[in-house]
């Protein structure tokens, strides 16, 4: 259903809509637009499609690039749920991660966010049980500033004129929120360091540390996971091979190492896009998954850069942090090595998180300011069908960008041998890193591969190999630029930068882009 455009494809005369990139974002919006009758092209530069839901295989194993868990996938009334349905056609399951989703370890204490509100509250209070005021009072901010979200990202979708006018009272309530800082929100409730750290420990999920993030992301985040962790059934490739289908039937196509170098644009009109190697594409409606840096600086014209002063747009954002992953492939299945299904997330002692980021920034010596470690083998019911005695586990943690910057521009697995010892030493922190928590797995592990922000950079075009795209500061959310529709008549914006990072996020973001592109409110076909 993927085709190749090395190879020989077959796809119609015409499309109604060009998508460049096959993330989340862009899955979402050609699905709901191919099912409004539209043709819809997606065409992706990796060999793969799927953007960070990609999967990648070697020496017998296969791991998940950037998924571990989704949250919200809980019950049939559940937006997500609702849109991923509607999107796969009821063909993505999803496998619920049991009572423990994150598991927060600083030094040698251990805190469990587990699974319903009630059940986390009772938690929470337990190991802090002095706060029970401080944590009722966050949760209610929490949940107070998750049902401001939903008219803040409905304005996004208004037309400039609607905007101008009534834009500001619909984002008003959420931007009183995200002008803040999850710190200044935190402190304002507590004291105590120490439950400001616990209450901050998916603070890797955004990528920002308390000090640095916007309480409205660090909010919309918490709350996603209040009803647990789900992982898709079969892997996180299963999103492209069920949505692959439904968008083959419907005249739509996704066309993979399909790299465009430029959007076709004429008298301020999107009308096409040209392909690295020259040939053209001609839409209706062009839209970029790929990212707000690389769609100004990489895709449009640079007249049209100018034009419309985009310069200053992308002044006003950043660039989120880098990470290394190290993808280890293990001798034995999930039971016989007793991998746990939640996820660690492992701090330094006494240190705020914003005070080991900016230690380890000035010196890589230092401990890793975080340490996350996933186990999708655990994770997915159907891996020992596929992969009969073996299991997988993923370590991340921050490296910046710059650390490998000098290799830069060197192709892939051609950089040589101080950026193979570069890595291997961060490879070896994080395994002893993994020995800790779990020392039955020392003497079982066959094969580890670590990716750098070099690797990010290959193989999903982000410019300084990205994380998650925007960093999500309060800054990011006065943008109003970050939306579907942009000032180039016929050409649109998806993805995580217009609306936020993670899947979820993502997905939200191709329903605006459909309803934006067809005028019509796409949520009320899933509701
Ligand atoms: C390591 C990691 C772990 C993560 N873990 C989770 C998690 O557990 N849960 C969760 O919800 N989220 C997670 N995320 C975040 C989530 O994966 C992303 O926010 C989301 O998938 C981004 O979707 P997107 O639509 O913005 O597109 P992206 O996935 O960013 O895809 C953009 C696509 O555009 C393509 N492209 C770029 N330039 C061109 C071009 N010139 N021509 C053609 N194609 C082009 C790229 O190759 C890419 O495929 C994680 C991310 C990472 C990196």
């Not at 994770?379 to 910057?405: C, H, M, Q």
Request: charged share 25%; aromatic share 12%.
């Amino acid at each position: 259903m993927v085709q190749s455009y090395k190879k020989n494809y077959k796809i119609a005369e015409s499309y109604d809509t060009i998508i460049i990139g096959s993330g989340m974002g862009s899955l979402t919006a050609a699905t709901f637009l191919a099912k409004q009758g539209q043709k819809v092209l997606i065409l992706e530069r990796h060999y793969t499609a799927g953007g960070f839901t990609h999967i990648f295989k070697r020496k017998g194993y296969e791991w998940d690039v950037g998924i571990h868990y989704v949250g919200s996938m809980e019950k049939e009334t559940s937006i997500l749920k609702k849109i991923f349905d509607y999107i796969t056609e009821e063909k993505l399951k999803w496998a619920d991660m049991g009572e423990v989703y994150d598991r927060i370890v600083i030094g040698d204490k251990t805190y469990d966010f587990v699974k319903g509100v009630g059940n986390w509250t009772e938690k929470m209070i337990g190991y802090f049980p002095g706060e029970e005021q401080a944590i009722r009072k966050y949760l209610d901010l929490v949940f107070d500033c998750s049902k401001t979200s939903r008219n803040f990202f409905i304005e996004k979708t208004f037309s400039p004129l609607m905007s101008k006018l009534f834009g500001w009272f619909f984002r008003k309530s959420y931007l009183k929120y995200s002008r803040k800082s999850t710190y200044d929100v935190l402190k304002g409730l507590t004291d105590n360091e120490e439950l400001i750290k616990v209450l901050c420990g998916q603070y890797g999920d955004y990528g920002l540390t308390p000090k640095k993030s916007s309480f409205a992301m660090h909010a919309s985040l918490v709350r996603h996971y209040f009803s647990g962790g789900f992982f898709p059934v079969g892997g996180s490739s299963q999103i492209v091979e069920t949505i692959a289908p439904v968008l083959h039937r419907l005249g739509s196509a996704i066309l993979i190492s399909a790299e465009v170098s430029e959007v076709i644009i004429e008298k301020n009109t999107a009308v096409g896009v040209k392909m690295k190697d020259g040939k053209e594409f001609r839409a209706k409606n062009i839209i970029s998954n790929a990212g707000l840096f690389t769609t100004y600086n990489s895709l449009l014209p640079k007249e049209t850069f100018q034009q419309h002063n985009l310069g200053e747009h992308l002044k006003q954002v950043k660039h989120s942090v880098a990470h290394a992953c190290l993808y280890i492939g293990l001798d034995g299945n999930p039971d016989e090595l007793k991998l746990p299904k939640a996820n660690y997330w492992i701090y330094p002692d006494k240190l705020s998180h914003d005070e080991c980021v900016d230690n380890y920034l000035k010196d890589q010596e230092q401990p890793f300011p975080v340490v996350y470690v996933s186990f999708p083998a655990a994770k997915d019911p159907d891996w020992p069908n596929r992969y009969p005695g073996k299991s997988t586990v993923d370590i991340i943690t921050l490296v910046p960008y710059e650390t490998f910057a000098e290799w830069d521009g060197k192709r892939w697995k051609k950089r040589g041998e101080d950026y193979e010892a570069l890595k291997e030493k961060i490879a070896q922190r994080l395994l002893k890193a993994l020995y800790e928590k779990e020392p039955q797995l020392e003497g079982k592990v066959a094969y580890y591969e670590l990716s750098s922000a070099l690797t990010t950079k290959h193989f999903v075009n982000y410019e300084k190999g990205e994380l998650y795209g925007l960093d999500h500061t309060s800054e990011r959310f006065e943008q109003k630029f970050l939306r579907p529709q942009t000032a180039i008549k016929n050409f649109y914006l998806t993805g995580q930068d217009v609306a936020t990072a993670g899947v979820g996020g993502a997905a939200f973001a191709g329903v605006l882009t459909a309803s934006v592109v067809t005028g019509k409110n796409m949520m009320k076909e899933v509701l």
